[in-house]
Every structure is written in C-alpha cells, then in structure tokens.
T-cell receptor, first 112, second 113 residues
Framework: DAGITQSPRHKVTETGTPVTLRCHQTENHRYMYWYRQDPGHGLRLIHYSYGVKDTDKGEVSDGYSVSRSKTEDFLLTLESATSSQTSVYFC???????????FGPGTRLTVT | GENVEQHPSTLSVQEGDSAVIKCTYSDSASNYFPWYKQELGKRPQLIIDIRSNVGEKKDQRIAVTLNKTAKHFSLHITETQPEDSAVYFCAASPTGTASKLTFGTGTRLQVTL
C-alpha cells in the first residue's frame, strides 16, 4: 500500500476552478490509471497511461486531462470543475496492464 | 466496448453461511476476470482473479468460477466471517498491452452474527 500515494486526500473547490490531483508510485509500474467512484456506478476509467508521455482516454474522459512526464507521477486535471465531478478519485498502477492493478488510497473531491 | 453487470447489489448472510456474487460480461474477447474487495473508506484490493484458460480457481475460503460460453463468472465465499463484510467488485478485460478493466457496479456484502 505504501508504494502508491495520492494528493491531496481531500479537497473542496468551487465550480469553474481548475483542480489537479496527483498520483505518485514507487513501484516502477509501467501502467497507471485514474478512476472515479460514484454510488451505483462502481469504478469508471477516466484516463490511463501505458508509459511516460503515453496516455489514452477511458469511458468518462470528458472534462479531464492527464499528464505523465515521468514513470512515478500521473496527474489528473479538471480544467474547470463542475458539480458533476464531485466524486472519489482512485489512482491505480500495474506492471502488466489490466492484470494485478494496485490502488492508491483515493482522493475525495467536492465541487460546490 | 465491454459491459459488466453484477448481481445482487446487496447481500446479507449469517456468519458461517456461503455467499455468491454473479457477473456477466458482453465482450467475447475478454479473458481476464478479477475480483476486488473494498472495505468502508478504504481502497479496492485484488482478492482473486481468473483467466479464461481455467474454469475455477480457489484460494482458501474464496473461489471464482468462469463460464466463457455463457459469459458469466461468479465469486463464492464459504464459511463467511464478519471481516468479509465489504463491497465486492467484479471486472473484465482482454489481456495484452494497454488493456483496460471494466468494472461491475459492486455488491455490498453484510455478514451478520
């Protein structure tokens, strides 16, 4: 568990403001993922990365962008936060891709 | 894309009884099926997974079965204990580079004394 951290762990922000969430790993895993978790929807993939500077969209990518400039860090940015983006955000990493994903502790984001 | 349906959404069993959670998937290319357990306020954790080349896998009190023809897979927990109380998620994916997991909507299991 200690190998994957997320910051901040909690954030309250106002509609229209930019927000950046950070995922940091010490596992040297190639693959990194951002999910959001909402009641009744399970975990939904926002964006993922299969290497430094290599990213792709998931099923709920609208309103989000990502960047990965080094192996250990994967950033998720909400360019202009909306109330519909209030959620718990989880980062996950894997050495293999879909297999054996390990999750970070999560970030609870509230957009007022 | 892949669609995973999970049932039931909530499940209550008495301690010592068995619990079964079922999932169906839509994409015949999927061949990797993990199960995650999420305790209240915690991160999801992988508890067991199965690949399409086997029909069943066991790990102590938990087992997963896979029926590729019918496109469904199930999680079985025997001799349930209070610490099994959590939300369980199934998922499906094709394996390979840049593959992605599609999750079910979760089952809240409550084990009562």
């Amino acid at each position: 568990d200690a190998g994957i951290t997320q910051s901040p762990r909690h954030k309250v922000t106002e509609t229209g403001t930019p927000v950046t969430l950070r995922c940091h790993q010490t596992e040297n895993h190639r693959y990194m993922y951002w999910y959001r978790q909402d009641p009744g929807h399970g975990l939904r993939l926002i964006h993922y990365s299969y290497g430094v500077k290599d990213t792709d969209k998931g099923e709920v990518s609208d309103g989000y962008s990502v960047s990965r400039s080094k192996t250990e860090d994967f950033l998720l940015t909400l360019e202009s936060a909306t109330s519909s983006q209030t959620s718990v955000y989880f980062c996950a990493t894997s050495p293999w891709g879909a297999e054996e994903q390990y999750f970070g502790p999560g970030t609870r984001l509230t957009v007022t | 894309g892949e669609n995973v349906e999970q049932h039931p959404s909530t499940l209550s069993v008495q301690e010592g009884d068995s619990a079964v959670i079922k999932c169906t998937y839509s994409d015949s290319a999927s061949n990797y099926f993990p199960w995650y357990k999420q305790e209240l306020g915690k991160r999801p954790q992988l508890i067991i997974d199965i690949r399409s080349n086997v029909g069943e896998k066991k790990d102590q009190r938990i087992a997963v079965t896979l029926n590729k023809t019918a496109k469904h897979f199930s999680l079985h927990i025997t001799e349930t204990q209070p610490e099994d109380s959590a939300v369980y998620f199934c998922a499906a994916s094709p394996t390979g580079t840049a593959s992605k997991l599609t999750f079910g909507t979760g089952t809240r299991l409550q084990v009562t004394l």
